[in-house]
């Protein structure tokens, strides 16, 4: 058994054979590359679990071209706001327990004008920003 970590700081990486392992500490986007660094071999299959908490909107969109992400709210309130890639946009109010499915090529962002913690199932391949 490895020892306890905060889902906050040290994200989970769900890979093939149902390995799960712990991550280095998230230092922003730029993390991303050393994540694909590490996971090349099982990129396609997968997923980043890891925990956030925010007050404000976001400054950037991101967007995952590899699969879908889950967006689920843990506590407070928080919109979801998702571009398509044909333009259209949609935004998702979400509260405790609700979620919300960013499908793979969706840019996407949040606002929040309040505490917020949410939880986030990633597929990483490729992971992208802008400014918001």
């Excluded at 390995?19 to 500490?25: H, I, N, Y």
């Excluded at 908490?53 to 400054?59: A, D, I, K, L, S």
């Excluded at 509260?95 to 199932?121: E, S």
Aim: net charge negative; hydrophobic share 35%; glycine share 12%.
């Amino acid at each position: 058994m490895t020892g306890s970590k905060s889902l906050f700081d040290f994200p989970i990486h769900l890979g093939l054979g149902a390995k799960a392992v712990s991550e280095p500490e998230f230092t922003g986007p730029e993390w991303y590359d050393g994540y694909m660094e590490r996971h090349a071999g099982d990129l396609d299959e997968g997923r980043i679990v890891a925990m956030y908490r925010f007050e404000e909107p976001w400054t950037s969109w991101e967007v995952h071209p590899a699969g879908d992400e889950v967006v689920c709210c843990i506590q407070g309130q928080m919109t979801l706001h998702q571009e398509l890639p044909n333009g259209d946009k949609r935004s998702y109010q979400l509260g405790p327990g609700d979620y919300a499915i960013n499908p793979p090529g969706v840019w996407h962002t949040a606002d929040a004008d309040g505490p917020v913690v949410a939880l986030f199932i990633t597929a990483g391949k490729g992971t992208e920003n802008r400014p918001r």
